[in-house]
Structure formats: structure tokens, C-alpha cells
């Protein structure tokens, strides 16, 4: 009785130590290099599908800056510079015209190659 009872133990103490040790230590620096780089391939997947969505594919070569009255029909000012062909140059003349003329609304529009409608990037 007393060899069942300590051969039970012995195999008990073995496959304790093989499970909870052994095999663990055998599997997880391998695991632990296959998460790792599961996040780093999520992480570049994430970043390049960000940079394909988020860069402009097709700038405007050509702005134009629009003005609206205050009932919000176009208007059109005497001696407004409207024609530009860069976005922050664009930009800058919209907001001093606003300052200049703060009842009438602006907008800066391009129109793109493949669309007849204008495209509008901001309002103020």
C-alpha cells in the first residue's frame, strides 16, 4: 500500500512539474516572439492602410476663393484677389477677407480633374 500510494505521489509530482513548469517553459519564449510580432505586423498593417487613406491623391493645381452674402448667395466683390494656386496662400487671403468684410461668408474651392463640381476645403 505504502509503494501505490508513494508511486501515485511520484507520478502526481512529475506531471505537476511537467505542466505546470516544463512544457510552459519550453512553449512560451516562442509564444511570446509570435505575439510580439503579431503586433508589430498589426501595428505596420494599421499605419500603412492609415498613410494610403489619409494622403491626398490628387491635389488641386488651382484654387479659388468664393464669396457669399449674408443670405448665402455667391457674390462677387470688386478688387477680391479669387484665383490662387497654392492651398495656404488660399487660406491666409480668405481670413483677411473675412476680417475685411466679417458680414459676407468665404469659401475655398478647387475643382478636381475627374468631377465637374467644385470641391469645397474650407468655409468660413
Known amino acids: 500500500m505504502a509503494i501505490t500510494v508513494a508511486a501515485v505521489l511520484t507520478f502526481s509530482h512529475i506531471v505537476v512539474q511537467l505542466f505546470s513548469q516544463t512544457i510552459p517553459d519550453i512553449f512560451w519564449p516562442f509564444f511570446k516572439d509570435i505575439g510580439a510580432g503579431f503586433i508589430l505586423v498589426v501595428a505596420c498593417g494599421f ?3 492609415w498613410f494610403f487613406k ?18 448665402g448667395r455667391e457674390a462677387i466683390l ?11 496662400v488660399a487660406w491666409s487671403f480668405m481670413k483677411q477677407y ?23 476645403f474650407r468655409y468660413i
Open 47 to 49: 499605419a500603412l492602410s
Open 54 to 71: 489619409a494622403r491626398p491623391h490628387n491635389r488641386p493645381k488651382h484654387y479659388s476663393v468664393v464669396s457669399f452674402d449674408i443670405d
Open 78 to 88: 470688386p478688387g477680391l484677389r479669387t484665383e490662387f494656386r497654392n492651398h495656404d
Open 98 to 120: 473675412k476680417e475685411d468684410y466679417p458680414l459676407n461668408n468665404f469659401a475655398l474651392v478647387s475643382d478636381l480633374k475627374k468631377d465637374q463640381k467644385k470641391v469645397m
